[in-house]
């Protein structure tokens, strides 16, 4: 039973950072949706900041799934027979 618990908590904090990074990306891509620069044929990013934020974002996001991927190893290590 305490291995069914263990489980849940690490899933649990799984979810909550990725629930904690979709804000930040929606947050990211309301503010530099706005403040695009559109110039007929082309559109630019308003500053330079916002193309190191969303690589910043994109960084975090691959952080995250190789996180969740480890921890599922090391729960499937620790729930396996």
């Given amino acids: 039973m305490a291995d ?8 649990d904090i799984g979810l909550e ?5 979709l804000e ?3 947050s990211l891509i309301m503010e530099v949706s ?6 007929g044929d082309r559109v630019y990013l308003g500053t330079t900041n916002h193309r190191d934020q ?16 480890r921890e599922k190893e090391v729960i499937d290590e620790l729930l396996s027979p």
Avoid: C, H, S
């Avoid at 069914?4 to 899933?11: A, G, H, P, S, T």
């Avoid at 950072?17 to 990074?21: F, V």
């Avoid at 706005?34 to 110039?39: G, K, M, R, S, V």
């Avoid at 910043?56 to 969740?68: G, K, S």
């Fill in 4 to 11: 069914k618990k263990l489980f849940e908590v690490i899933n």
């Fill in 24 to 26: 930040k990306m929606g």
């Fill in 54 to 69: 969303l690589q910043v974002m994109v960084d975090e996001w691959f952080q995250l799934r190789w996180l969740n991927d």
């Fill in 34 to 39: 706005d403040n695009l620069e559109d110039e």
């Fill in 17 to 21: 950072k990725t629930a904690d990074l």
